[in-house]
């Protein structure tokens, strides 16, 4: 298979403190990963696109220094949600590419944040 | 530019009804295109794919077929259960990089 973890499943903080939110791939080695914004009833939004050993591809509107985004090895990459604010809450999703696919990504199980 | 446009939902339908969740595409060049559904509170299984013209794909008894000549990619079970109750997101990938563009996405739910 190819498995794809997320942790936190659920995080709630206060506004103001940054939460760093973990995706790795288990069982592959994923040179790219992407990372979602998910809102309520909506579709999916790209918020940047990961790879491994280099700065990542923020899409248009994403403010970098607010998402900040490591992919430091084949298997994990963090985003780091920076001074929190409650237009921040969402679910965030992650999804990895493998090294031998162009096409197939393998989606984590998403992140709750809730900020207060 | 690369698009999906995916049928509104939602859609309610009784336990072993016919399903359709049709899906249309405008791409540049020839693009791999895929189903995935999310269960509530989870994140995207891929469901079923196809990466060129005329290819079906299937499982747990859902198929889609690409069609390059209407750009669409409908999405049909013969007979829906109370466990397909979830998200169907139409997708396509459209370059080298592997970027996804999603429909917005239709609930279905299935009564018993």
């Known amino acids: 298979g190819a498995v794809v973890s997320q942790h936190p499943s659920r995080v709630i903080c206060k506004s103001g403190t940054s939460v760093k939110i973990e995706c790795r791939s288990l069982?592959?080695?994923?040179?790219?990963m992407f990372w979602y914004r998910q809102f309520p009833k909506k579709s999916l939004m790209l918020m940047a696109t990961s790879n491994e050993g280099s700065k990542a591809t923020y899409e248009q509107g994403v403010e970098k220094d607010k998402f900040l985004i490591n992919h430091a090895s084949l298997t994990l990459s963090t985003l780091t949600v920076t001074s929190a604010h409650p237009e921040d809450s969402s679910f965030y999703i992650c999804?990895?590419?493998?090294?031998?696919?162009?096409?197939?990504?393998?989606f984590g199980p998403g992140t709750r944040l809730t900020v207060l | 530019g690369n698009s999906v446009t995916q049928m509104e939902g939602p859609v309610t339908l009784s336990e072993e009804a016919f399903l359709t969740i049709n899906c249309t595409y405008t791409a540049t060049g020839y693009p791999s295109l895929f189903w995935y559904v999310q269960y509530p509170g989870e994140g995207l299984q891929l469901l079923l794919k196809a990466t060129k013209a005329d290819d079906k794909g299937s499982n747990k008894g859902f198929e889609a077929t690409y069609r390059k000549e209407t750009t669409s990619f409908h999405l049909e079970k013969g007979s829906v259960q109370v466990s397909d109750s979830a998200v169907y997101f139409c997708a396509l990938s459209g370059s080298t990089l592997g970027r996804l563009y999603f429909g917005r996405g239709t609930q279905l739910t299935v009564w018993p």
């Open positions: 069982d592959f080695q994923a040179t790219t």
């Open positions: 999804s990895a590419r493998r090294a031998s696919s162009t096409d197939t990504q393998y």
